[in-house]
């Protein structure tokens, strides 16, 4: 259905060097290099783990990420970028590569995106989908962090910006905002042959911007048979049309593999073999801002392989699965400022997906299916209304809804609302939202393919649902501090599974529910410029009580230092108590009995910055260490994660 597509590191390279070498080119024959900035004399250091938390006018929130944090956290994919973010928690198998989801690679958050196959979490990159749309879930190695200038986690439903999830994980992608050119290169190897390199260049001259760059990271893991390789390119170039309209376009290609290293101690033939993934994306948005307005139109197109090869059977063969998907579709968003104080955002996402496998067996037979498809149109819109002033008394009540039209399943309606008080420094909040999230062609293709007693069952499912409350404090310290607190509420509803006979035949129903309550918290001091401090935690009681993935107590925390004019220093550290782990079975009943003891990390980066001004760079020769206290822990029992690591490497930008 969709192309094979190779990114090898030669290629990736390849790419990324002549990219970058025409625009240097272009660069300098049109004007001077400009004076590159110099690295020491930076005011303020970045928050270490989170950029912040951003509250909205419609009383949600959502945690960002930031590229500083990801170089600081020395993170190579999204796990290891997100793995102490407050309320998120990650598992793996591999220091580089994501094994097919799950607890292989998988993220949740609050709680939520436990089930496999189908989750509650959705990811996007530039605002569309990646993912798997055969099982209808993530496939975090198709998440490439080289393009990523801001990771956004939206932690519940929040139907003004996205549909058809109850969580989003999005990357921003990179882009120049201001005149003149920059070039960034990275390389570092340590310990475990791993071995990565990165390169991007951007410039902006006049209405026309640009960005390009690639990556590659190989390692041959902690354990026998826990490889891993990730590789990508990317490219942005906008253009600005008039003084109000914007038009840009943007690609990001990825081929990636990760192996199971299997249950330590276990036969060597049961491991799950290996894991790989590619996909090719291309994005046209058309973004505006008028005095009264401003808004985009996206049309994109999104397709790839997630392919599970070499798989023990119970027959004693092996199988190898080609899955491949394909997304396209089109998103628009117009908010409008038609009074003083008032805000009207209103919105339309079309989006289409459709998908197929291949199926081969060791002996030669197969089984295919040919695939289905289905499309969601999903009209939304929303008002919120500023009453008073931000530098006395104020309120922000707001109001909207989303609907949805799927073209297999019945329409559903996803209101929200909220209010926001707030006196100069400190804001109250309070919100209810419903989210919404569909089956997935996981439930055709079961019933098609992997269980054909299921028949047509699928086509009497409803939508899940869930019922989120949240109430939350912040408070601004002047430029000294910034905390915040939440309480959430999770109602959940409608959860499809399988209901196994008796009587026959099995059938899918909406039967199960869950609700999830907690409380987030989070501080980020700035005791000196040069000193930047962050601590937060979580904590989450859940009803049923083994809900995979969900610690009742996290908490993380870090500090990012300037000193002595070249050495920075950035240091976090993570408690997650005993969790229950392996993803949550869609099966009437199914329990989850595996456990994983509770753990201590300690992480940290070293750095040596330096500035040569003749040659007009700067850069860092730097140190990263893993697991410093050499803690044992597991996402998975029988998965021992790697002990005491490090890598040396270094930075250079131009």
Partial sequence: MWPKLKFDFLFVLFLTAISVGFCLGTASAQEPRPEVQRLEDMEVVASPIIEGNQLDRYASEKTEVSEEQIRDLNAQDLPSALRMTPGVNISRYNPIGSFGGAEGGGIFIRGQGTSRPGAEIKTLVDGVPMYMSVWNHPLLDLMSLDPAHVIEVYKSPQPQYFGNAFAVVNIVPKRAKSEGFVTRFQTEGGSYDTFIVTGEHGGKKGSLDYYVGGGYRTSSGHRDHSDGELGDGYGRIGYQLTDNWNFSLFSLGSDNYSLDPGEEGADPSLRQGKYETRALMGVATAENRYDKAEGYIKLYCNGGEGDWLDQPTDSGLREDLYNDFLYYGVKARETFHLWKGGEILSGLDWDYTKGSYKLKYSDGTRNDWDGSSYSIVSPYAAVSQLIGDKDSFYAIPSTGVRYYANTEFDSEWAPHAGIILGYKNTELHAGYSRGVIYPGLDVMVFSEEVIPALGDSWKNLNAERVD?????IRHRFG?????????????????????????????????????????????????????????????????????????????????????????KLSLDSQYVSSFYALSQARRLGSENTDKVESYILVNAKFGYLFDVHRWGMAGEFFVAGENLTDADYEYRPGYPMPGINGMVGVSLQF
Wanted: proline share 12%; with cysteine.
């Fill in 468 to 472: 989120h409350y949240e109430v939350g």
């Fill in 479 to 567: 430029t000294m501090a910034i905390a915040d607190c939440t309480f959430f509420y999770d109602d959940g509803k409608d959860r499809y599974v399988i209901v196994p006979p008796p009587p026959p035949p099995p059938v899918y129903e909406n039967v199960e529910s869950y609700q999830i309550r907690g409380v987030e918290a989070s501080v980020t001091v700035y005791p000196l410029k040069n000193l930047a401090l962050f601590g937060g935690g979580a904590y989450l009681n859940t009803e049923p009580s083994d809900l995979p993935y969900a610690p009742e107590f996290t908490a993380s925390a870090g500090l990012n230092w300037l000193f002595l004019e070249h050495f």
